[in-house]
């Protein structure tokens, strides 16, 4: 399977800040996802980065909030923006295809003090 | 140390025992359904996975069971060892024609293997 990093592994920001996550992967992938999870809980998808085009968006995230950047089929980007104490959690890059197990990346720790 | 598990329903077996981790998921739609490990500090890895037209699948000391009757998922562990403890994740998929494949994550499980 694919060899997914994700930088940084984890930060520690001051509310109002804005931080981007990176996730790069060692082959091309159709399909890369970004989720998070609240500490003690399951993941949530934020959204489906799309390459050459605006990302899709779940249920209660937007594009101002979690701006995403996918400008190949290697490597894309979370933007965590003007962030507050309640952004705290787990940010995770997955990558897969339609029917096949998406694989995961070790996350990226955020704490907002 | 993590924060993940800290609140999720708690399974503890004996080394050496058989584990079983249930699922119970939402969508009767769902067609493909995986189940993954989460060790501290790292990501979901992906542990075995089944799809609707089948009710059963068997890898290295891991079996999946799937009831489309009562919407239930199932895990079995055999013969397990302290490198099983972790967090245990189900996830269903729904797919759409010429859509991305979407994954909804169950709450988790976190299985405690003790000596």
């Known amino acids: 399977s694919a060899v997914i990093s994700q930088k940084p592994s984890r930060d520690i920001c001051q509310r109002g800040t804005s931080l981007t996550i990176q996730c790069q992967v060692d082959?091309?992938?159709?399909?890369m996802f970004w989720y998070r999870q609240q500490p003690g809980q399951s993941l949530t998808l934020i959204a489906t980065?799309?390459?050459?085009?605006?990302?899709?968006?779940e249920s209660g995230f937007v594009i101002d909030k979690f701006p995403i950047s996918r400008p190949n089929l290697t490597f894309s980007t979370l933007t965590v923006s003007n962030m507050s104490p309640e952004d705290s959690s787990i940010y995770l890059c997955?990558?897969?295809?339609?029917?096949?197990?998406?694989?995961f990346g070790d996350g990226t720790r955020l704490s907002i003090l | 140390g993590e924060s993940v598990g800290l609140h999720l329903p708690t399974l503890s077996v004996q080394e050496g025992d058989n584990s079983i981790i249930n699922c119970a998921y939402s969508?009767?739609?769902?067609?493909?359904f995986i189940w993954y490990k989460q060790e501290s500090g790292k990501g979901p890895q992906f542990i075995i996975d089944?799809?609707?037209?089948?009710d059963k699948r068997q890898g290295q000391r891991v079996t999946v069971l799937l009831n489309k009757t009562v919407k239930h998922l199932s895990l079995q562990i055999a013969a397990t060892q302290p490198g099983d403890s972790a967090v245990y994740f189900c996830?269903?998929?729904?797919?759409?024609?010429?859509?991305?494949?979407?994954?909804?994550f169950g709450t988790g499980t976190r299985l405690q293997v003790t000596l």
């Open positions: 997955s990558v897969g295809d339609t029917n096949q197990p998406q694989h």
């Open positions: 082959s091309q992938v159709t399909m």
């Open positions: 980065a799309n390459q050459g085009s605006e990302a899709t968006y």
């Open positions: 969508n009767s739609a769902s067609d493909y």
């Open positions: 089944i799809r609707s037209n089948m």
């Open positions: 996830a269903e998929n729904i797919s759409f024609t010429g859509t991305a494949s979407k994954l909804t």
